[in-house]
C-alpha cells in the first residue's frame, strides 16, 4: 500500500498515525483470549485422544449410523445418510428411503476414522470454534461443530452422528 507523503507539520504526526493504523488488522486477540483459546485446544485434543482410543479398542469393523450434515453446501450434501461399514470399508451410502446417494459427497465421513480425521484436521487448524460430543461406552463422535476461522460467513460444519448400531 503507497500512502502520500503529507508536508504540513501539524499533520505529520497524525498523518504517520494514520497510516500504522491502516495496517494493524481490524479484530486482534487479547492475551487472555489466546491462553483461552490455547486452552480449549489442549482440551479438545485430550478428549479426541481418549475417545479415539476407546473407539479402537473396540475393534468394531462392521457397523451403520446415521450422518447428518449441516454446511454451506448444495443441498443433496445435506440430506440424512445411512452409512453402512464391512471390515473397515464402506459399503453402501444411502437416503431415508434406502437409495444410493452420490458417495463423493460423503466420502470424508464414511467411516468413523475418516470423521475422527476431521476432528484431527480441525484441531491441527487450530479452528476458531470447535465442540465434540462423544459416545461415552464407545468413543466415537455424536455431534461435532467446527467454526474454522471466526472471521469468515457460511464455512462451519456441523455433523450429527445417530442411530450407531455394530453390525455382526
Do not use: H
Not at 25 to 47: G, K
Not at 72 to 95: H, K, L, M, Y
Amino acid at each position: 500500500m503507497r500512502l502520500g507523503i503529507i508536508f504540513s507539520a501539524g499533520l505529520v504526526s497524525t498523518g504517520l498515525l494514520l497510516a500504522l493504523g491502516l495496517n494493524k488488522p481490524a479484530i486482534s486477540q487479547s492475551p487472555t483470549q489466546v491462553a483461552q483459546s490455547s486452552a480449549i485446544a489442549n482440551t479438545n485434543l485430550q478428549e479426541f485422544r481418549q475417545n479415539r482410543r476407546v473407539w479402537s479398542q473396540q475393534r468394531i469393523r462392521n457397523y451403520r449410523y446415521t450422518l447428518s450434515r449441516s454446511c454451506f453446501c448444495i443441498e443433496e450434501a445435506t440430506v440424512p445418510v445411512t452409512i453402512e461399514v464391512r471390515n473397515g470399508q464402506t459399503t453402501s451410502i444411502t437416503d431415508k428411503n434406502g437409495k444410493k446417494v452420490n458417495p463423493e459427497l460423503f466420502q470424508e465421513y464414511s467411516t468413523m476414522p475418516k470423521v475422527f480425521n476431521v476432528i484431527r484436521d480441525a484441531i491441527a487448524k487450530k479452528a476458531s470454534n470447535m465442540t465434540v460430543n462423544y459416545n461415552k461406552k464407545l468413543g466415537y463422535p455424536t455431534q461435532i461443530g467446527i467454526d474454522y476461522n471466526s472471521q469468515i460467513a457460511d464455512e462451519e460444519l456441523y455433523l450429527t452422528i445417530e442411530d450407531f448400531k455394530e453390525i455382526k
